[in-house]
């Protein structure tokens, strides 16, 4: 995790956050400064700062396509898209480089719509209008490819509440500040084994257009009776919680305010060690989130021929707040030697990337469905 290890501490530390004011608006635009280089990763650039490959390595390297991509999305899978961006262009093709700007799920859609890089990323699918509108433009159909699972986890670092268990209804309340005080008996009808703290609840929540709020808003409007704020990528987040931008702010406001609780994917949480509340599922089940309970969840889905799905109703021994990352390319309108570099590049990671999305909490596509995701793959600019 060197890649991920050496950003994810700058960028958490050097996060800002604002406090909302009756809905503040920061989430009215998905790109509103959320495109700054701070964000950016240039792993392929990198890749030879801590270590050289050897004379094997790049002789195989000259069996691969050569070239440049540009990447911009979610940050969701930011851990694991520096990691498979690290290995490919620093072990297995170093006549590679690729930059991901982990700017959220808003911006990579928005900048993929308009061109302006070769791939997007987002946890949630193209909308209609979306489909619509890039057929129009590029005249030929965007592509959508699962590529990685991941759990969005309830985040805090107070002591007092390690083991905390929350349900869809009290995480409803709390970002809807109908519960304010850690000690609420709501709260503590659910935690009888802990001493819950005398103190305010602080909600944080992501700012820019995000994939990760995407999945956790989808899950609250399922599962939830008193959910009120609909789902989407950006919601109006009412006064008395904290914006952060990207998993990165989030994480910081989680850290940096007393009584904070804010939603992250499971990968920031273990890299800075945050705690993560029990989730109760569709079946009544306390489920703490673990990779096992993130993979438990995933089979619960029939994911159809257009990938396009939620991951929703989770029982069993699955955790219930679970989410897809999908990346974007084209059919149609990309150089040979770009399109040669995107096919191989996400055939690799979806190949050959399991070990080390595993290494970071994420769940790789099954065996049963990697054959079409690789299908999908090789549809890039099949349309030239």
């Known amino acids: 995790m060197r890649t991920f290890t050496r950003r994810i501490a700058v960028l958490t530390a050097a996060s800002l956050l604002a406090v909302a004011c009756g809905g503040d608006g920061d989430a009215g635009d998905p790109t509103a400064a959320d495109t700054g280089d701070d964000t950016a990763t240039g792993a392929g650039d990198d890749a030879g700062d801590d270590e050289t490959t050897d004379d094997g390595d790049d002789a195989a390297a000259g069996d691969r396509p050569a070239g440049q991509l540009d990447g911009a999305g979610a940050t969701f899978p930011t851990p694991v898209f520096e990691e498979w961006i690290f290995t490919y262009t620093g072990d297995v093709n170093t006549d590679a480089s690729i930059n991901y700007q982990s700017i959220g799920s808003g911006g990579g859609i928005e900048q993929f719509l308009a061109e302006t890089v070769d791939f997007g990323s987002s946890e949630r699918v193209?909308?209609?209008?979306?489909?619509?509108?890039?057929?129009?433009?590029?005249?030929?159909?965007?592509?959508?490819?699962?590529?990685?699972?991941?759990?969005?986890?309830?985040?805090?670092?107070?002591?007092?509440?390690?083991?905390l268990t929350l349900d869809a209804n009290a995480i409803a309340d709390i970002f809807e500040r109908r519960i304010t005080r850690w000690d609420d008996p709501a709260l503590v009808e659910l935690n009888p084994d802990l001493d819950l703290p005398d103190m305010d609840i602080i909600p944080v929540h992501r700012s820019d257009g995000s994939?990760?709020?995407?999945?956790?808003?989808?899950?609250?409007?399922?599962?939830?009776?008193?959910?009120?704020?609909?789902?989407?990528?950006?919601?109006?987040?009412?006064?008395?919680?904290?914006?952060g931008q990207g998993n990165e702010g989030v994480s910081a406001g989680i850290e940096q305010n007393e009584g904070a609780i804010g939603y992250v994917n499971q990968a920031y949480a273990i890299e800075l060690d945050l705690q993560t509340a029990l989730v109760i599922n569709a079946d009544g089940n306390a489920v703490e989130p673990t990779l096992e309970a993130t993979s438990a969840a995933l089979a619960t889905v029939e994911i159809p021929e257009d990938f396009r799905f939620d991951i929703l109703g989770v029982g069993g021994d699955g955790y219930p707040i679970a989410g897809t990352n999908w990346i974007f390319a084209w059919e149609c309108g990309y150089e040979a030697g770009t399109a040669d570099l995107l096919k191989d590049f996400w055939s690799w990671a979806v190949e050959e990337g399991d070990d080390l999305a595993l290494e970071l909490g994420y769940a790789p596509l099954d065996d049963s469905v990697k054959p079409d995701a690789l299908a999908a793959i090789e549809r890039i600019n099949s349309q030239e």
Request: hydrophobic fraction near 40%; proline fraction near 6%.
């Open 126 to 163: 193209l909308s209609e209008e979306d489909l619509e509108l890039a057929e129009e433009q590029r005249g030929c159909a965007p592509i959508e490819i699962p590529v990685v699972f991941g759990a969005v986890v309830m985040a805090t670092v107070d002591p007092a509440l390690d083991g």
């Open 211 to 243: 994939g990760t709020t995407s999945v956790f808003t989808k899950y609250l409007d399922a599962d939830s009776d008193n959910w009120t704020l609909g789902e989407g990528t950006e919601v109006q987040w009412p006064a008395g919680t904290v914006g």
